[in-house]
């Protein structure tokens, strides 16, 4: 069985410009969670899915980030425009149920200069 | 405000020998702890959990113990090796303990030398 996948798995973009991620979760996991390491510190929660709908998104620093999951699948992370402090890994989890024992992909190191 | 910290950054330890990794919380709500170990270019995988009614908690050769009054849990590795090289996260769920909305310490590297 497949794993969380992420695509791409490096992305090195210029300030200002647009940058979408990409999270295929495990087939049959209803929850999907977005989260981001920034410069080696801690994994910060950025957002949580149950099915296609948002049911957190506490965690998103502003209105320049927008997630989708449209159709309940895989989910999308569109950075516009970047800034210098997106700079970071980006990580997908998701699990069958509301658990704490997620299931992480490899993550997207994104990089703006 | 860092509700979960894990205030060494790196350990060194020779194999065989034991790895102690810290981590303190300041949330007194906090009613579960997860360990999470990550390697390079991997995303962070499960490692062992431990609820607040318990103080231990072992998985062949890790043992996480908690001590509530103290706002500490520590994960014990015996005896270390190589593959263990990695850095491990301490985590707390932010609302209930059924929640994948986790808190996370910083992450301390652990390097087992052969």
């Known amino acids: 069985e497949a794993g969380v996948t992420q695509f791409p798995s490096h992305s090195v973009i210029e300030k200002g410009q647009t940058v979408t991620l990409r999270c295929d979760p495990i087939?049959?996991?209803?929850?999907l969670y977005w989260y981001r390491r920034v410069m080696g510190k801690e994994i910060k929660f950025l957002l949580h899915?149950?099915?296609?709908?948002?049911?957190?998104e506490s965690g998103m620093p502003n209105n320049r980030f927008l997630a989708e999951r449209t159709g309940g699948t895989y989910s999308t992370l569109k950075v516009q425009p970047a800034e210098l402090e997106d700079s970071g890994v980006y990580f997908c989890?998701?699990?069958?149920?509301?658990?704490?024992?997620?299931?992480f992909g490899s993550g997207t190191q994104l990089s703006v200069l | 405000d860092q509700q979960v910290k894990q205030n060494s950054p790196s350990l060194s330890v020779q194999e065989g020998r034991i790895s102690i990794l810290n981590c303190d919380y300041t949330?007194?709500?906090?009613?579960?702890f997860l360990w999470y170990k990550k390697y390079p270019a991997e995303g962070p995988t499960f490692l062992i959990s431990i609820s607040s009614i318990k103080d231990k908690n072992e998985d062949g050769r890790f043992t996480v113990f908690l001590n509530k009054s103290a706002k500490h849990l520590s994960l014990h590795i015996v005896p270390s090796q190589p593959g263990d090289s990695a850095v491990y996260f301490c985590a707390a769920p932010g609302g209930t303990s059924n929640t994948g909305k986790l808190i996370f310490g910083q992450g301390t590297t652990l390097q087992v030398k052969p």
């Open positions: 949330n007194s709500m906090f009613d579960y």
């Open positions: 087939s049959g996991h209803d929850n």
């Open positions: 899915f149950v099915k296609e709908s948002k049911q957190d």
């Open positions: 989890a998701s699990s069958q149920d509301q658990t704490a024992k997620l299931f």
